[in-house]
Every structure is written in C-alpha cells, then in structure tokens.
C-alpha cells in the first residue's frame, strides 16, 4: 500500500470509531512519534502479543 492509501484507509477507520477512543489514539501517535526507532520495534512486538492474547487479556481484566 502507497503512504496516500494508508492515510486514506487511516482516516476512514478514524470516522467509525467513538469520539473517547480518538483521544487515546491521539496520544499513541504522539508517543510513537517520540520514541527512538529502537523503542517502536518493541512496542511493534508489544501489539503483536496483545492482538493474540486478546481474550486471554480480557478474562484477566474480570
């Protein structure tokens, strides 16, 4: 996907979702852009095992 395609399909999923989760969408980005590259690598692998244990993640938080 070209960067335009991906700002484009970026800004269309922002339309769907609620007003109090673009807040801490918000503030990620600017975390993101504030870290060294090292740093984005771990929080890219950090997504990665929170996306796979979602459910387990979710029964935890009960």
Known sequence: MTRE???YEVL???DEIPDDVLKNILD???LMMALP???K???EKL????LEDM???EKLAK
Not at 47 to 50: C, E, F, Q, S, T
């Open 5 to 7: 395609e991906l700002k």
């Open 12 to 14: 269309k999923a922002l």
């Open 28 to 30: 990620y980005l600017k």
């Open 37 to 39: 590259e090292d740093k």
């Open 41 to 43: 690598e771990l929080s």
């Open 47 to 50: 997504k990665r095992i929170l």
């Open 55 to 57: 459910d387990l993640l």
